[in-house]
């Protein structure tokens, strides 16, 4: 007799307890499907955008003309990922505890999501992607806890387009 089918359970990689609708400061990275360079090129230390990587830009600006509690501040784009760093200002209204199906209004993965499928929507639109996944699932977030910690992410991703051939998410091309 056959094994009985599990349904796979995702290990979620967000800290416990932590309430991500909160006034905070976060670094986040979000990369394209299977790292493919959809965003551009590098060349000499200098991104030089393809039409995807502005319209990845100009989206990720708007999302504090959309979402008046959230400020973007830096914004890094790489020929296969991105670096931003986003702030809440204002706690929202809502549960602090996501849970599948059940999104929380202006938390950071909401926030996320809703970045990621707006680029995709829009991609699909002006026709600079295809039905392939434009995006890796999930995103990494790290919480800025300080002065000194921003300075220090923010120098990484200033510093991130030169050492592009060093970078973990590095594809020769």
Known sequence: MAAPH?????????????????????????????????????DDGVMHSSALGCLVEHLWRQIGARCSHVVTHDLVLMPNHLHGILQIRTE????????????????????????????????RLRRLATHVALWQRGYHEHVIRNQQDYLRIAQYMADNPRRWQQDRFYVAV
Not at 14 to 29: E, K, V
Not at 94 to 121: D, H, I, N, W, Y
């Open 6 to 42: 599990r349904i796979p359970v995702r290990r979620s990689i967000r800290l416990r307890r932590f309430d991500y609708r909160s006034p905070n400061a976060f670094f986040i990275t979000l990369c394209t499907g299977q790292r493919r360079c959809l965003f551009g090129r590098i």
């Open 92 to 123: 929202g209204d809502a549960p602090q505890q996501e849970r599948f199906g059940k999104p929380v209004p202006g938390s950071l993965p909401t926030l996320m999501r809703s970045f990621k499928s707006a680029v995709t929507r829009e991609a």
